[in-house]
């Protein structure tokens, strides 16, 4: 069974960090691109960083320099690093798989069921 467990959401002040991970099972992460997603009450799912079969790296321009997107092949786990956190990060965060590396959410095929992450001010 294909499946995408998400963890490590939770509250945390402005400025602050969290770490988010997304374990797949039934399937090996190191063969698609990986991305994570988010979306707020009342807003669309956007896209937040993406990571290629071969490590290339691409980040949305509201979370440029602050998120960092990696994964461990050995343990199939795809991480995003989040500092500096802000209230408008608020959402609920998914890692999705997808044969190609694009910021539509429509190519990613395989979800995760989302973890929440809420910055307060």
């Known amino acids: 069974q294909v499946q995408l467990v998400e963890s490590g959401g939770g509250s945390v002040q402005a400025g602050g960090s969290l770490r988010l991970s997304c374990t797949a099972y039934g399937y090996t992460i190191s063969l698609y691109c990986m991305g994570w997603f988010r979306q707020a009450p009342g807003k669309e799912r956007e896209g937040v960083a993406t990571?290629?079969?071969?490590?290339?790296?691409t980040y949305a321009d509201s979370v440029k320099g602050r998120f960092t997107i990696s994964r461990d092949n050995a343990k199939n786990t795809l991480y995003l690093l989040m500092d500096s956190l802000k209230p408008e990060d608020t959402a609920m965060y998914y890692c999705?798989?997808?044969?190609?590396?694009?910021?539509?959410?429509?190519?990613?095929?395989?979800w995760g069921q989302g973890t929440q992450v809420t910055v307060s001010s």
């Open positions: 990571i290629g079969t071969g490590g290339s790296t």
């Open positions: 999705a798989a997808s044969p190609v590396c694009r910021w539509d959410s429509s190519t990613y095929n395989s």
